[in-house]
């Protein structure tokens, strides 16, 4: 008696296994139908005035030796920094941004009688990143720092310190983009739109930066300041958002 109790207990989830087993194909082949979805890009942009432009500018000087030329360069951006602090630009919004000390040469050719390269002379070049927070005055500080001695540059970029309201203005305008290009494909499929699944972010914060012709290898300052134009920033960003499908339409 207690044999046959056994050898029940042992075939009962020999059964069970055996229905689990059968059932298994068709479940399989269900799970393998892909869920119905739809990924759409959406797009928004938001327009805003900058408040703080970026300038690269540059003293250059040659000389006989590196050290008179490094002296002449060290003595000319001091006073540019000197000045620039007196315009109320703080330590913070100055950032050396290269320098460099390089030979000049004369080569032989059929002229001058030389066999082989020589050093006539050094140039010394120091570049200053400036952040000029008051746009009113950017015209006027560009001008005074060329007329202390600023004989290199030339770019100008516009930008905001703090870009976060305008980008979640886009981003906003961008999901309600997804949202209208999902819904218009849904429509034309004979189907209706199911649950958000997913959404990812592009954002291009970036602004190019905007030639400033005046500031190129000017030896003086103009008898006026630097006409600056600030315009409008434009920020832009791109959402990828994925939907569920509801077979059929509501």
């Excluded at 938001?46 to 590196?66: H, K, Q, Y």
């Excluded at 300041?225 to 832009?236: D, F, H, L, R, T």
Aim: aromatic share 2%; charged share 20%; proline share 6%.
């Amino acid at each position: 008696m207690n044999k046959e109790i056994a050898m029940i207990r042992s075939f009962i989830p020999m059964a069970a296994a055996a229905s689990v087993l059968a059932l298994s194909p068709a479940a399989a082949q269900e799970a393998m139908v892909p869920e119905p979805k739809i990924m759409v890009t959406g797009e928004g942009e938001a327009s805003v005035s900058p408040d703080m432009a970026l300038i690269s500018i540059a003293v250059v000087r040659e000389a006989e030796t590196a050290r008179e030329a490094m002296d002449a360069n060290n003595e000319a951006m001091n006073d540019v920094i000197a000045a620039l602090r007196e315009e109320g630009i703080e330590s913070r919004d100055l950032q050396t941004s290269g320098l460099s000390i390089d030979p000049r040469y004369v080569y032989p050719n059929d002229n001058n009688g030389e066999e082989s390269p020589r050093i006539v002379g050094y140039q010394v070049t120091n570049g200053l990143t400036v952040r000029i927070r008051d746009l009113d005055n950017a015209g006027a500080i560009l001008d005074r720092v060329v007329s202390l001695g600023v004989n290199q540059g030339g770019q100008i970029t516009f930008t905001n310190d703090d870009p976060s309201e305008a980008l979640n203005e886009a981003r906003k305008d961008a999901v309600q983009d997804a949202i209208a290009k999902a819904q218009t494909l849904a429509e034309a499929a004979g189907v209706s739109l199911g649950d958000i699944l997913e959404i990812s972010e592009q954002s291009n914060i970036g602004q190019p930066p905007r030639p400033l012709p005046q500031m190129m290898r000017m030896e003086a300052a103009t008898a006026s300041s630097v006409p600056v134009e600030a315009g409008e920033n434009e920020y832009q960003v791109r959402v990828n958002v994925t939907f569920g499908l509801n077979q059929s339409a509501e």
